[in-house]
């Protein structure tokens, strides 16, 4: 495994365990059907969270969720749409975004929700 796919594999179970930990229930992790992926899928208060996880080892030049652009944007929609009817939901979805700096053993979290939207 490379340094940069160890740093997103700690990166996500940072983020399920901080979703835990407030309350959500992780359904998924690394849900994929076909090219279609989404880092994280969870549960709270009868809503759908698809969370998508930006993990860097710096935020010198950009701050992780930054590195969203529109393609991975529209490439998460029509993932999360694939989520939706392959286990035919019909509770509301929002889109949410954890970005995740590390520094040496040490990491901050920021918990963006509702960060993208469908009509991207």
């Not at 309350?23 to 690394?30: A, E, R, S, T």
Request: glycine share 4%; aromatic share 10%.
């Amino acid at each position: 495994m490379t340094d940069k796919q160890i740093t997103g594999k700690t990166g996500e179970q940072i983020a399920a365990d901080y979703l835990r930990n407030n309350g959500f229930k992780i359904l998924h992790i690394n849900w994929q059907q076909g090219q279609k992926e989404l880092d994280i899928v969870a549960e709270k208060n009868n809503r759908l969270h698809v969370v998508e996880v930006r993990s860097l080892k710096s935020n010198f030049f950009v701050e992780p969720y930054q590195s969203i652009n529109k393609a991975k944007q529209r490439r998460l929609i029509a993932a999360t749409d694939a989520y939706i009817q392959r286990y035919k939901l019909t509770m509301e979805v929002q889109v949410d975004v954890i970005s995740i700096v590390f520094c040496g053993s040490e990491h901050s979290l920021e918990y963006l929700p509702n960060a993208i939207y469908p009509g991207i």
